[in-house]
């Protein structure tokens, strides 16, 4: 079984984070300049989270911001606060009243998720009533808060707050609902997989997301496109619906920022853009030419 569910979360959402090496290789970037009919967009690979002692943005995507009147994200983070999104999951993520999780999960599964849920510092109890989707996203973010990862620190929060500060617009490329809406609507058996993937990988995520770590930094776009589509063969379902139809969905509101006068910078999760289905694949066939920066 592939090493799916916090790979995943962590490059394709802002669900998850990333940690990034300090003396990774760095001979390209993740970001790629894609030219309009009078203005260039800038499409960058994104690390949700990244540690506070390594928080650096690559030289090109500071490049690009400052080159750009617009940042567009996957959600825009200046309209939805983390209470609105806590609200959202509170009423879609909940299971059916009169449900308990341990039916859902049945008497070994839900043992082997309590005492995850209490390595972790979190009462077993607390995740009584919740969808098994949510409940590998919270123990998946819990883990990476246990390593040291700071989501005030990740690429589109630095962003955020600096495009707040020079007074630049923002926008997003899809609503809460959709964000999370794709999660919601997997089938009880993917979402239980889904967790079972994520208790299997919680003590082995640093070695296993190196891979990607390195491949993101250097702006290897061949590697992270290997990587993809390993997981899609592992778990089609999930890469549906966190990949393909959200691309689908981006697509022409990217091409539409390449009809307009100024430049933008488009931010979303690394693995959007390469692979089967990604972005640079569905600009590439409607005839644009992205351009990696170094």
């Known amino acids: 079984m592939g090493r799916t569910a916090l790979r995943w979360l962590l490059a394709l959402s802002l669900l998850g984070s990333l940690i990034v090496p300090a003396a990774a290789v760095r001979a390209a970037s993740p970001v790629w300049a894609i030219r309009g009919a009078h203005n260039t967009v800038y499409l960058a690979g994104s690390i949700h989270l990244l540690p506070a002692q390594d ?23 200046t309209r939805v606060d983390p209470a609105t999104a806590a609200a959202w999951i509170a009423v879609h993520g909940a299971l059916p009243a009169g449900t308990t999780l341990q039916a859902v999960l049945g008497a070994p599964r839900y043992a082997r998720v309590s005492a995850a849920a209490v390595e972790l510092g979190l009462s077993a109890q607390l995740l009584d009533g919740q969808a098994p989707w949510v409940i590998a996203i919270e123990l998946a973010d819990l883990e990476y808060v246990h390593l040291g990862y700071d989501p005030l620190q990740g690429v589109e929060e630095q962003l955020v707050r600096r495009a707040q500060a020079d007074h630049k617009a923002t926008a997003g490329l899809e609503t809460l609902d959709q964000e999370l809406g794709g999660l919601e609507a997997l089938p009880r058996a993917d979402q239980l997989r889904m967790l079972d993937q994520t208790i299997d990988e919680l003590r082995e995520s640093p070695a296993e997301l190196q891979e990607v770590l390195s491949a993101w930094r250097r702006g290897d776009s061949a590697k992270l496109a290997a990587l993809l589509s390993r997981e899609y063969r592992s778990f089609p379902a999930l890469y549906r619906e966190l990949v393909t139809e959200r691309n689908a969905r981006w697509l022409p509101q990217i091409e539409q920022l390449l009809k307009e006068d100024g430049n933008a910078l488009i931010v979303v999760g690394s693995l959007h853009l390469v692979g089967e289905g990604g972005l640079l694949e569905l600009l590439r066939k409607d005839g644009y030419t992205p351009m990696q920066l170094h």
Do not use: G, Q, T
Request: proline share 4%; net charge negative; glycine share 0%.
């Open 55 to 77: 928080a650096e943005l690559p030289a090109a995507l500071e490049r690009a911001y400052a080159d750009s009147a617009k940042l567009v994200m996957e959600l825009d983070l």
